[in-house]
């Protein structure tokens, strides 16, 4: 497996997040000032929530959330089969926002969202998402399945 597929897989970024978890973990064990245990306490806190927020295939465009003070209006939901953007509309209709290629997990899933955008008009390419303009959007991403 490469760093792509790695990159892209779930059940790597799991254990990933389990991992640092553990090492967070004990690192709060042995570490002995007030300071440096606030600080290690607040980096397990962060990883809590990354592990609920993977575990819940849900995502959040923190520039949207700080624009509209809303968590909920920036709520990015996948689907938790393919991992893919349930809310497709939601993401072509969005403006005043900047997409680019890391919103998305693989070149599949910002090519159908970028076809479906401008099927129904949206023009996805303000976004640079083609930005050799070759018809392939989001090129340094992996393939997806």
Wanted: overall charge positive.
């Amino acid at each position: 497996m490469n760093i792509k597929e790695l990159r892209s897989s779930k059940k790597a970024r799991l254990w990933t997040i389990g991992g640092l978890i553990a090492l967070a973990l004990i690192a709060l064990y042995f570490v002995k000032g007030t300071t440096a245990k606030a600080i290690v306490g607040a980096m397990l806190a962060i990883l809590l929530v990354a592990l609920g927020l993977e575990a819940n295939n849900t995502d959040y465009d923190l520039g949207k959330a700080i624009e509209t003070k809303s968590f909920s209006k920036a709520k990015i939901e996948r689907d938790p089969a393919t991992g893919n953007i349930k809310n497709a509309d939601a993401f072509c209709n969005a403006q005043e926002i900047d997409y680019n290629c890391s919103d998305f997990k693989t070149q599949k899933e910002a090519n159908e969202i970028y076809q479906k955008c401008k099927t129904s008009g949206k023009n996805m390419d303000a976004y640079g998402l083609d930005g050799d303009k070759d018809g392939k959007v989001c090129e340094s991403l992996p393939q997806g399945k």
